[in-house]
């Protein structure tokens, strides 16, 4: 049931009636709650869910975001600072840009936000979502999930089943989302049976855990993975990262109690903690068995996701901006990059994959320092090869996917066509500062923007002026630069370095 007041929209859905505003041609609605408050003694469970509210629920101000420790301010080099958005643990929100309510069934682009696991939200300036919906006449959804300690602790083990959760609870949370918008996008003029979720690093490491989890079974048909796909815990890790958040907050093992009423200020401060120990395994997606079977590439290999098409790549230095970020790296001789590599592969296969990216990046018309190379091949094995590998799979069980390198350099010197260049493009949010300015850049970010509109509305990403093949058996794959254009297997050294490697992706 839809009515129009003023300039203004009222919905009914299973949340609620909600009262959107129009903004620039477009219909918005922001703010709205699909799963309880996760807050008392619902902090640490499964999203429950919501109690619809009576009366018209304002929908015009995006809600809280997850609760999280801020970086610092120019931690991203070139990157604009916006302003804090409200934090709260009541923060399971999504919202909508729309054309219009009415029964158009357009297709429907789901935005998973990046940031670590421990930042970010659904609502950042960071990618207005609106130029998307305008530009493609399609709906766009943004989504809030729990994130950090607060999203992904494994409390199961440490707390004798009685906060029964193994580390997946942001997933859950997607998951959550994704089932509201499939009972209710219709109302806001998207068709559910079309709907494509993307993200970029965290959130494209999300997608790929949805893909491999039985809960989103028909919940999207069509998946976009920018820099990101593989990247998960064990359980025993989990277990072990759980322990050591317990000594480092000081609650002794079944104290649910305790654990519950622990300000979010001393969990953010131990999430914190851990992460200067080096543990990490406290803020990931954690491959339990049952929520997250198994890890993305292993459920692509399976041929558990083949009823998903898939678009994923990355940018071809993704990890300069961590090697920008880490002082040991411009120090690095060979025996330190021997060392570092060995620590992401079997010691055995260091040396040799050390060697096979000396000799690609030397093709590229460089001579390659340690650092050089360190950062390369951490940067493919988080992000670019591992997502081309994802693709792979698919192909070889017969789904037609598409793989992109984005090649287009930032404008900060030494970054390169680095980690989170392509989300500015992909929104129409460019900066002079990051990613240049101009026609060129300008035009690079239409290509981009079509090519994900034209797949989530047909599921192949060509348009009228730039051809793209499946990935097929050539390994085609769509190079975005100066002049965008698809190369059969570019940068065919560096992937062939990582087979045999599957399993020490991410």
Not at 47 to 67: F, N, Y
Not at 238 to 261: H, I, M, P, Q, Y
């Amino acid at each position: 049931m839809n009515r129009e007041v003023g300039d203004n929209l009222t919905i009914a859905t299973t949340s609620g009636k909600l009262r959107g505003k129009q903004e620039d041609g477009l219909f918005v609605f922001r703010g709205i709650p699909y799963a309880a408050p996760p807050t008392g003694q619902l902090r640490w469970m499964t999203p429950q869910p919501l109690e619809p509210s009576s009366g018209v629920r304002d929908a015009s101000t995006s809600g809280p975001i997850s609760p999280q420790n801020l970086m610092p301010a120019g931690a991203m080099p070139g990157q604009r600072q916006y302003p804090e958005e409200p934090q709260a643990e009541d923060c399971l929100f999504l919202n909508i840009w729309t054309p219009r309510p009415d029964n158009e069934r357009r297709a429907v682009m789901v935005w998973i936000h990046g940031g670590a696991f421990t930042n970010g939200s659904g609502s950042s300036p960071m990618h207005p979502a609106g130029n998307l919906a305008k530009r493609g006449q399609i709906v766009v959804v943004s989504v809030n999930y729990r994130l950090g300690a607060l999203g992904f602790l494994n409390l199961n083990a440490v707390t004798g089943g009685k906060i029964p959760v193994t580390g997946n609870q942001g997933l859950l949370d997607q998951v959550a989302a994704l089932r509201w918008v499939h009972d209710n996008i219709k109302a806001f003029g998207g068709d559910p049976d079309n709907v494509t979720v993307f993200g970029e690093s965290a959130g494209a490491i999300s997608i790929g855990c949805l893909l491999a989890m039985p809960a989103t079974k028909g919940l999207f048909k069509k998946a976009i993975l920018q820099s990101g796909s593989n990247t998960c815990r064990t359980l025993p890790q989990s277990v072990e990262a759980a322990k050591a958040f317990l000594n480092v907050v000081g609650v002794t093992e079944g104290d649910v109690d305790a654990l519950r009423a622990l300000p979010v200020k001393k969990v953010l401060e131990a999430q914190q903690r851990l992460m200067q120990m080096g543990i990490r395994e406290a803020t990931f997606p954690v491959t339990d068995g049952k929520i997250l079977p198994q890890r993305p590439l292993d459920a692509a290999k399976a041929g558990y996701i083949n009823d998903v098409t898939v678009l994923a790549g990355g940018n071809l230095n993704e990890g300069t901006l961590f090697g920008m970020m880490d002082p040991g790296v411009a120090k690095l001789d060979e025996a330190g990059l021997i060392r570092r590599v060995s620590q992401m592969v079997p010691p055995e296969r260091a040396a040799g994959l050390v060697q096979q990216y000396r000799a690609a990046l030397t093709k590229r018309g460089k001579e390659p320092t340690p650092a050089d190379i360190h950062m390369a091949i951490q940067g493919d094995k988080m992000f670019r090869v591992a997502n081309s590998r994802l693709v792979d799979l698919q192909r070889e069980q017969g789904m037609p996917g598409f793989c992109y390198v984005l090649e287009w350099k930032a404008a900060v010197p030494g970054l390169g066509a680095c980690h989170g260049l392509d989300v500015g493009l992909i929104f129409g949010s460019t900066s002079k500062e990051f990613h240049g300015s101009g026609e060129t850049v300008d035009r690079l970010a239409g290509q981009m923007q079509d090519a994900w509109i034209t797949f989530a509305k047909t599921g192949d990403p060509s348009t009228p002026r730039l051809a793209w093949p499946a990935y097929g058996p050539e390994r085609n794959t769509m190079l975005f630069g100066e002049r965008s254009h698809v190369e059969k297997a570019p940068y065919e050294a560096e992937r062939a370095a990582w087979d045999g490697l599957d399993k020490f992706f991410g």
